[in-house]
Structures are given as C-alpha cells and as structure tokens.
C-alpha cells in the first residue's frame, strides 16, 4: 500500500465519526486533496492573503493564532493529529483571513481544497450530510462549551480539559503556546502544572 493511502484511509476514519461515505463519494473527496510534508516553523495561513484549504493533520501540530497591533500574538487553538485546522471565515467570505495557522512540529498533512469541497456539497448529499454534520458538533456543541469553559472555569480546570483533549502535547511543544491558548501566563501554567502533579 501507498503510504499516501494510509494518510486517507486515517482521514476516512475520522470522517465516520460524522459521516460513512461510500467509496465512489470518498474517491471523489480525494481527487480535490493532497499530501504535503510541512516543516516545523512554516506558515501556512497568513493574515494578509484569503484561505483556499481545509488542514486534516495526519502526523504533527498546528497553531492558529492572530497578532494584534501591537504584536501581542494571541493562541486561538492548537489542533493535534486527527483533527482538522482552517481559517474558517476567511473560507467562507472569500476575505483576508485574520487568523495566521503555523506548524509547531514537523508535520504531514492533506490539504482539502474548499471550493472543490463546497462544489461536493452541492453535487452530493453524502457531503452535505458530513458539512451538517461536522458543523453541529464542532462549530455549534464543542464551540460553545469552550466559550462556556473560558468564562465559568478557573485557569486549573481549562488547562486539565486541554491536557485530556490532547494527552501528550505538553511533551511535544513549548509550554508558552499552551499558556498562550488558555490565556494565562507560563508563570501561571507552571504553578497549575506542580499543583496537578
């Protein structure tokens, strides 16, 4: 088997837990795809240019994040293997994207291309059944928990939420860009961290 095959059978698998596609509608979903190796450091998504991709991470970490005037840069989200990574209204409005997307590891990715994508949910109610799907539970139920989180939870119980969610990240990144997302400082974070030890 093509290693590239088991980059898509992974992405298959985490597609079933929105949508079983049949293997003529996933055939399809790959043809508007592809794989790229992606260096720790790079950019992927700059705030100075419209988004064209949706990033399902095979392998690595990504950061969306965005830089005010200042140059204070503020962690929206860190996303792991399995999930995937977007600047998501710059998808949909065609604008300047305000949020920047950059790998923290060396990682490997599939780009899904998002007007071949939103052409699929056109054509294919397979893909309007994962885009409904996909929204509800991400952008709807996970969304407003986390927003939820961030203004009832102390800053100890957002960063054991974040440490359930994604088991070994603190091995594997600086732990300023986990203090960054959880909107404390790393002074913070490390009290919390020798108090859940």
Request: proline share 2%; charged share 30%; with cysteine.
């Amino acid at each position: 088997m093509l290693e590239t095959e088991i980059y898509y059978q992974q992405l298959r698998e985490i597609c079933k837990e929105y949508y079983d596609f049949s293997d003529k509608s996933f055939d399809a979903f790959k043809k508007i795809c592809f794989v790229k190796n992606i260096k720790k450091g790079e950019i992927l998504q700059d705030s100075y240019s419209p988004a064209k991709y949706i990033y399902f991470i095979y392998k690595g970490i990504l950061r969306t994040y965005f830089v005010n005037e200042k140059g204070a840069i503020y962690t929206k989200n860190l996303f792991s293997e399995n999930y995937f990574s977007a600047s998501k209204v710059s998808l949909i409005t065609k604008e300047d994207s305000y949020l920047n997307i950059d790998a923290l590891e060396d990682s490997i990715l599939i780009y899904i291309d998002f007007d071949g994508y939103k052409n699929l949910i056109d054509a294919n109610v397979e893909f309007k059944n994962f885009y409904i799907n996909y929204l509800e539970k991400n952008w709807v139920i996970v969304k407003e928990k986390n927003e939820i989180s961030l203004i009832l939870d102390d800053a100890k119980i957002r960063y054991e939420n974040f440490i359930q969610n994604n088991p070994d990240i603190e091995k594997r990144i600086p732990l300023h860009h986990i203090a960054n997302h959880l909107g404390i400082t790393p002074t913070q974070l490390s009290r919390i961290r020798k108090k859940s030890n």
